[in-house]
């Protein structure tokens, strides 16, 4: 079978299984008598060994095997959940991530991980208890391995157990000096037939009788004589150096045979996905011993028929694709609408209408089909958060509200890495340790609240913490010590501005760098990629109660909302979450103060720009004006007018980029294409508001 086709299904799959994993064994740790979580843990690492198996990804079906073998012990009630195994099955998750990543990178996935493997297998034998165990020292017994059987066998044992008959697991070794093994073990076959019924040897009966396996070999034996009779007539056999009998019920059974290989299992749930996601696909019906299987892997729910999958997977390039292909539909219908104005024909002008409602509905579809919720950025980070809180000593509780907020793809791509510095941060500089918290008088667990919610055309996202908060002097004094404002300017900034001096490039008020939050690097890298990304952050802080962080995105970077103005002879396009107002004000209201123009706004006074000026516009010229029009934009709390000739009117434009050779163009985020073919540039509100 050719197995590089399904690689991208097993990736996705994997990371699914994984995150389930670490969400599982979190609620876990929070409720550790919970035996169902640790069903469902075990289920997700089995599905997981298969697929690794069927894709010949050996290192994580082994490690994924030691810990099925914990886990089962935990399930069954022979052990119960520690720190100590929490610890050695979150590292090896952590070590089947770092396997999968290396597979995408294009690797084979192996890796070193004896020592997890190591103190995974001293769980199952209790010996971690005694002490630190050692990759290179630890000693295991194996246990019996067991082997396959069909489901017909299978039945056959286990009706034998039902009816009363003696079913044993036999593993006989013979002399390692002996000359002859397959004489001996024909006279072992032929001893134990005379007592009851061989149902499957392993190697099998012609392999050997030519003396096709080492030293041993295992079979099923169903008899009515007991065991000790049974040992005794095997060790006659001259030779003979042991004999492992195992008496099975049902129970060990289950664990000892398995009705059909792993492999086979993970096959068959890699072509019903695939069956899931390819409707045409046309699947081969499954042999007996595959349905008892797959009966095992999905039951419909009780009193219902089973329930469709009704979700597909879908390359994020061909919804880029198909996304450019609408962009050019949308200017043509821009083009339309223009033409339809102009010719002023009914019949024309009702179709362009129509045409422009189903493209409404389209365009609607489309960006929904690149939204994705945001709980694919959030839910990698309670695991994160334990751990930190583990390293630092400290009790956190991360309550995360809006997880199904949706962005567009190309955001929460590009989101997470802010959001991991923004929390570690919380954990590291925001929540005290238990101590000093009891000393204050605070609950010894601090709250970590993660929110998410629309508002508007934008979408916020809060890290909000109940820890030390910030302190305004302990700011300014390490902004003055490193020239970042003046004695006299520090003095005269709001609580807001000083706490926006925690983004300026370099600034920390950490007293040693240390590998949690930062490493060195100060929050300048978080808002300058929100910013990049159309956004903006800010922070509010109440000392000794806590801080929050706000982070404002847009919903989608493809197709915006803008208003069209001129400036002479050229258009440009102000996007309309980042406006207002528009009015018109009158030469005589525009007042200079220390060389830079201003207006009053509102019972405030914000400055005024000219575009033509900043863009150095040739045929137009705002002093010549008597009455100027402007807009009135905003980045968080400042606000700027900027100086237009004209307003063309409020129009949806798709972003394009400028390309590779024009980069880093001042307060120009990209260009669109107009109805009439021309191209307008689109003004970056927030390069213009310092």
Do not use: W
Not at 324 to 351: C, G, P, Y
Not at 590 to 613: A, C, E, F, H, W
């Amino acid at each position: 079978m050719e197995l590089s086709q399904y690689l991208s299904m097993f990736i996705d799959e994997s990371k699914e299984h994984l995150q389930s994993l670490n969400e599982n064994l979190l609620n876990l740790e929070s409720n550790p008598k919970d035996i169902s979580i640790v069903h469902n843990i075990f289920r997700s690492a089995h599905t997981l060994k298969g697929m690794s198996a069927t894709m010949g990804f050996e290192d994580i079906a082994a490690l994924t095997h030691d810990m099925e073998n914990v886990l089962d012990l935990v399930r069954n009630s022979k052990i119960d959940m520690d720190s100590y195994i929490f610890d050695c099955i979150f590292k090896s998750l952590d070590s089947l991530e770092s396997m999968v990543e290396d597979i995408i990178q294009g690797g084979t996935g192996k890796a070193d991980v004896s020592p997890i493997v190591a103190s995974l297998r001293s769980i199952v034998t209790g010996d971690y208890k005694k002490g630190p165990v050692a990759a290179t020292t630890v000693a295991v017994k194996e246990p019996a391995k067991g082997i396959e059987v069909d489901e017909f066998q299978y039945s056959i044992l286990q009706q034998s157990i039902d009816s009363g008959f003696l079913v044993f697991y036999i593993e006989v070794s013979v002399n390692e000096n002996c000359v002859l093994k397959a004489a001996r073990a024909y006279m072992v076959f032929d001893a134990m037939e005379r007592m009851g019924e061989i149902i499957k040897s392993t190697p099998s009966v012609q392999e050997i009788e030519q003396e096709k396996f080492d030293r041993s070999f295992s079979l099923y034996f169903i008899s009515q004589v007991d065991q000790a009779t049974l040992e005794k007539e095997i060790l006659n056999v001259s030779e003979i150096a042991s004999a492992v009998i195992i008496t099975v019920d049902t129970e060990s059974l289950s664990e000892l045979s398995r009705p059909i290989t792993e492999v086979e299992t993970a096959r068959q749930e890699i072509a019903a996905a695939v069956a899931a996601a390819v409707p045409n696909l046309e699947v081969a019906a499954p042999k007996a011993s595959e349905s008892a299987a797959n009966a095992g892997v999905a039951k419909p729910v009780a009193g219902g028929a089973p329930v469709a999958s009704r979700t597909i997977r879908v390359d994020i390039e061909r919804l880029d694709t198909l996304m450019n292909l609408f962009s050019e539909l949308l200017i043509d219908r821009v083009r339309l609408e223009q033409l339809a104005s102009e010719v002023k024909r009914n019949d024309l002008t009702e179709t362009v209408e129509h045409m422009s409602r189903v493209s409404s509905d389209l365009q609607n579809i489309v960006l929904k089909l690149r939204m994705v919720p945001v709980d694919s950025v959030f839910n990698r980070f309670p695991r994160m958060i334990r751990d930190l809180a583990k390293s630092l000593d400290k009790k956190v509780d991360l309550v995360i509200t809006g997880a199904d907020t949706e962005l567009d793809r190309t955001v929460i791509d590009e989101i997470g890495d802010p959001l991991v510095h923004l929390l570690r941060n919380a954990v590291d500089h925001g929540i005290e340790s238990i101590s000093d918290r009891i000393a204050v008088g605070k609950p010894e667990q601090g709250t970590i609240q993660l929110r998410a919610f629309h508002s508007g055309n934008h979408v916020f996202i809060e890290i909000e913490e109940d820890g030390k908060g910030i302190y305004r002097d302990r700011v300014l004094k390490t902004a003055l010590k490193n020239g970042l404002v003046t004695a006299e300017q520090a003095a005269k900034l709001t609580d807001h501005e000083v706490y926006n001096l925690l983004f300026a490039s370099g600034f920390s008020t950490a007293e040693k760098i240390s590998d949690i939050s930062g490493r060195g690097v100060g929050l300048d890298v978080v808002k300058t990629k929100i910013q990049m990304l159309g956004g903006h952050v800010q922070v509010d802080s109440k000392p000794g109660f806590g801080s929050k962080f706000s982070v404002q995105l847009p919903l989608t970077l493809s197709i915006i909302s803008a208003m069209l103005v001129r400036l002479g002879n050229e258009k440009y396009a102000i996007p309309l979450s980042s406006i207002v107002e528009t009015s018109a004000i009158q030469k005589s209201q525009i007042r200079n103060i220390q060389g830079s123009k201003m207006i009053d706004y509102r019972k405030t006074v914000i400055p005024l720009l000219s575009l033509s000026t900043l863009f150095q516009v040739p045929d137009f010229n705002e002093d010549l004006e008597e009455e100027t029009e402007i807009v009135v934009v905003r980045k968080g709390d400042k606000q700027v007018a900027l100086m237009v000739d004209e307003f063309i009117g409020q129009q949806e434009i798709v972003l394009k980029t400028l390309g590779k050779y024009l980069t880093g163009i001042f307060a120009i985020s990209g260009a669109t294409i107009l109805g009439d073919g021309q191209v307008a540039l689109i003004i970056d509100p927030n390069a213009l508001i310092k």
